[in-house]
């Protein structure tokens, strides 16, 4: 076996320029799918945890058929002190109790319909980022004030400001007319239009008397360190509820379904152009391996007409192949993941791409996430095409003829 190794080696450098470009082109192309992979990975990350930490957490706590109809008699009983026992069960802070109505939102100039949101002060800046994204003023700081908070593009619409007061008008959970006027105390700006413009925060205690809760709500919200946690906390959760309600866990998949369907689509996309720079590879390397089999066509027929079966050429010729693949595979994955770590460390910037990163809430700065899978997988898929490349040159030699191979030049 070394005298195989030996001789697949010395059989590769032959050609060295041509063994080097064909090598440097696996380079290329595993670094740069390293890179884009990362940039992917790290893309994919960020759109889930920031949507998920705006508004809607890993896993919510509803009632059954909540989440599709809306309706506000779906509620979930004794809300708060529901959350209270779950944060104590497992030792949280980051769970809170949530109120849900539609209603319309009337300053002195101007009405608008709005989700209207009873939040626990003290806790729903631990499950959302709405809290830290206050523009003007301050958040919600008292169980039962009078007060909300709303976004920076439902302020302008209305055309007030901090201080001034709104009239929230509504339909209770019992079916009956629901009002308040409470005192705008803080403007927070996401950068996503639709929240700035739909969403609305006000203290729970106070939702559950304007729209006549009886103590009730609409979500439980549970915000956990990764997606991971959220996976492994997803069923003890829904053993933690009472048996006798009609209640449903719903992770963030279920609730965020169009999030989910965007990074497939893109996922698919880049797929597709990564599957045209493998291919090209793959035919770089099936032509480097073709011209070094007619190359040698009569030394072949030399040692064929000695007794040499064409099956143990053929893994001869696959031999040189994999350790070309392999050269291209280690080299383009160290060099892809230390220059995909530089940008770990101090971001990407692309000119003109702010606009669009905002309408997914992305920052304007992308960090790519270098993980082994993001580092292993295209250098991994490259090495592959590139053994599948050298199929045909190896099997050609099976048609090859002793005497015809002897007598080319």
Same mark, same amino acid.
């Given at each position: 076996?070394?005298i195989?190794?030996?001789? /697949?080696?010395?059989?590769?450098w032959r050609q060295p320029?041509?063994?080097w470009?064909?090598?440097?082109?696996?380079?290329?192309?595993n670094?740069?799918l390293?890179?884009m992979?990362?940039i992917q990975?790290?893309?994919?990350?960020l759109?889930?945890?920031?949507t998920?930490?705006?508004f809607?957490?890993?896993?919510q706590v509803q009632?059954k058929g909540?989440k599709?109809? !809306?309706?506000m008699r779906?509620?979930?009983?004794?809300v708060i002190p529901?959350?209270?026992?779950l944060?104590e069960e497992?030792?949280?802070?980051?769970?809170?109790?949530?109120?849900?109505a539609?209603g319309? /939102?009337?300053s002195e100039?101007r009405?608008f319909?709005i989700?209207?949101y009873?939040?626990?002060p003290q806790?729903?800046?631990?499950?959302s980022?709405?809290?830290?994204?206050?523009?003007d003023?301050?958040?919600?700081?008292?169980?039962?004030?009078a007060?909300?908070v709303?976004g920076?593009?439902?302020?302008?619409?209305?055309?007030?400001?901090?201080g001034?007061e709104?009239?929230l008008?509504?339909?209770g959970?019992?079916g009956?007319?629901?009002?308040a006027?409470?005192?705008i105390?803080?403007?927070f700006?996401?950068?996503?239009?639709d929240?700035d413009r739909n969403?609305?925060?006000?203290?729970l205690?106070l939702?559950q008397?304007v729209?006549?809760m009886d103590?009730?709500g609409? !979500?439980?919200v549970?915000m956990?360190?990764?997606?991971?946690d /959220?996976e492994r906390l997803h069923?003890d959760?829904?053993?933690a509820?009472?048996?006798?309600e009609d209640l449903?866990v719903h992770?963030?998949?279920?609730? !965020?379904?169009?999030l989910?369907?965007?990074i497939q689509?893109d996922?698919s996309?880049?797929f597709?152009?990564y599957g045209?720079?493998v291919?090209l590879?793959?035919f770089?390397?099936?032509n480097?391996q073709?011209?070094?089999v007619?190359?040698?066509t009569?030394?072949?027929g030399?040692?064929?007409?000695l007794g040499?079966?064409?099956g143990?050429?053929g893994?001869?010729?696959?031999?040189?192949?994999?350790?070309m693949?392999?050269?291209?595979m280690?080299?383009g994955?160290?060099?892809g993941?230390?220059?995909t770590?530089?940008?770990?460390?101090?971001g990407?910037?692309?000119?003109?791409?702010?606009?669009?990163?905002a309408m997914f809430?992305l920052p304007?700065?992308?960090?790519?996430?270098?993980?082994v899978?993001?580092t292993?997988t295209?250098?991994?898929?490259?090495?592959l095409?590139t053994?599948?490349?050298?199929?045909y040159?190896a099997l050609r030699?099976?048609r090859l003829?002793?005497v015809?191979a002897?007598r080319?030049?």
């Amino acid at each position: 076996m070394n005298i195989v190794l030996r001789l /697949a080696w010395r059989n590769l450098w032959r050609q060295p320029r041509r063994t080097w470009l064909t090598t440097g082109a696996m380079v290329f192309s595993n670094v740069l799918l390293v890179f884009m992979i990362s940039i992917q990975f790290g893309m994919y990350g960020l759109m889930i945890d920031n949507t998920l930490q705006i508004f809607t957490g890993h896993m919510q706590v509803q009632a059954k058929g909540f989440k599709d109809d !809306q309706k506000m008699r779906q509620t979930v009983p004794d809300v708060i002190p529901l959350a209270s026992r779950l944060r104590e069960e497992f030792q949280t802070e980051t769970i809170a109790a949530r109120g849900m109505a539609f209603g319309l /939102a009337s300053s002195e100039k101007r009405s608008f319909g709005i989700g209207i949101y009873g939040v626990e002060p003290q806790f729903e800046p631990r499950v959302s980022s709405i809290p830290g994204l206050i523009s003007d003023g301050r958040y919600l700081l008292d169980d039962d004030a009078a007060e909300i908070v709303i976004g920076s593009v439902l302020a302008r619409n209305l055309r007030t400001s901090k201080g001034n007061e709104l009239t929230l008008l509504g339909s209770g959970k019992d079916g009956s007319f629901a009002a308040a006027v409470v005192t705008i105390i803080g403007i927070f700006e996401s950068g996503v239009p639709d929240i700035d413009r739909n969403i609305a925060h006000i203290p729970l205690r106070l939702f559950q008397d304007v729209f006549y809760m009886d103590g009730s709500g609409h !979500q439980v919200v549970v915000m956990t360190s990764s997606l991971g946690d /959220a996976e492994r906390l997803h069923p003890d959760i829904s053993a933690a509820l009472p048996v006798d309600e009609d209640l449903v866990v719903h992770d963030w998949d279920a609730l !965020q379904p169009g999030l989910k369907q965007a990074i497939q689509a893109d996922m698919s996309s880049a797929f597709f152009m990564y599957g045209i720079l493998v291919i090209l590879v793959a035919f770089s390397v099936l032509n480097t391996q073709l011209m070094s089999v007619l190359e040698r066509t009569h030394e072949f027929g030399i040692v064929m007409s000695l007794g040499l079966k064409p099956g143990r050429l053929g893994r001869l010729v696959m031999l040189e192949t994999a350790m070309m693949g392999a050269m291209g595979m280690i080299l383009g994955a160290v060099l892809g993941a230390i220059f995909t770590y530089w940008f770990t460390v101090n971001g990407l910037s692309i000119p003109g791409m702010e606009e669009m990163a905002a309408m997914f809430n992305l920052p304007a700065r992308i960090y790519p996430q270098v993980t082994v899978l993001s580092t292993i997988t295209g250098p991994s898929v490259v090495f592959l095409f590139t053994l599948l490349a050298a199929v045909y040159p190896a099997l050609r030699l099976h048609r090859l003829h002793p005497v015809e191979a002897m007598r080319v030049n």
